[in-house]
């Protein structure tokens, strides 16, 4: 099964709202980290939070992080069309220096 | 800026055919991944690759094999294609988890989008 599982797999918003996904996580993790994928190319990082963090900040992004439920969540204020893409989570393996582990994304479509 | 490129956008095989995906990336890094994407399955580890010539089976395998000859090129080979081999490959670089002050984040290739007829 999958380490990390978005929630909700599709989310559609008025440009100018927020968006909120989430992601719950089974294993103890060094960290957890956030990717967004344009339709039909590949990955591309957007922000890491370590398992000592409880919350940080890029921009339009803020990632909350906490271990104790296993969840995080990945916020954009004043959301744009430009936005619209899907959002994966992806948490390493508690002992592993390289794999990471993606979850099934959410889907983000930012009406104009 | 890294960069991750991949040999083909698009790729047309037919069944039984051997397939090479060819992954280049230019930021010296010691890992590599390959994953398959498919809808509703997220991103799924083939192989990853954390030094030349050395190789770990991820998820999903079989019916795949890989080649790390160069630290730079990492190949992903489908001996005989099947047509439910048909999916977005996307090939992955990374530094290892505390290596300079890493995080191990990924640095995706565009993809490749394979269809076995």
């Known amino acids: 099964s999958q380490q990390g599982e978005e929630d909700p797999q599709a989310l559609s918003i008025q440009e100018g709202e927020n968006a909120t996904m989430n992601c719950s996580y089974k294993?103890?993790?060094?960290?957890l980290q956030w990717y967004r994928q344009n339709s039909g190319r590949g990955l591309v990082h957007l922000i890491l939070i370590r398992s000592n963090e409880r919350e940080k900040h890029s921009g339009r992004l803020r990632v909350t992080l906490d271990t104790s439920k296993k969840s995080s969540s990945l916020l954009i204020t004043a959301s744009r069309a430009a936005d619209t893409a899907s959002y994966f989570c992806?948490?390493?393996?508690?002992?592993?220096?390289?794999?990471?582990?993606f979850g099934s994304g959410t889907r983000l479509l930012v009406r104009p | 800026d890294v960069k991750v490129t991949q040999s083909s956008r698009y790729l047309v095989k037919r069944t039984g055919e051997k397939v090479f995906l060819e992954c280049v990336q230019d930021m010296d890094h010691e890992n590599m991944f390959w994953y398959r994407q498919d809808p509703g399955l997220g991103l799924r580890l083939i192989y990853f690759s954390y030094d030349v010539k050395m190789k770990e089976k991820g998820d999903i395998p079989e019916g795949y094999s890989v080649s790390r000859e160069k630290k730079e090129r990492f190949s992903l080979i489908l001996e005989s294609a099947s047509t439910n081999q048909t999916s977005m490959y996307l090939c992955?670089?990374?530094?290892?988890?505390?290596?300079?002050?890493?995080?191990?984040?990924?640095?995706f290739g565009p993809g490749t989008r394979l269809t076995v007829l």
């Open positions: 294993t103890s993790i060094n960290n």
């Open positions: 992806a948490t390493d393996v508690g002992d592993s220096s390289y794999k990471l582990i």
């Open positions: 992955a670089s990374s530094t290892p988890l505390g290596a300079g002050g890493s995080y191990n984040e990924q640095f």
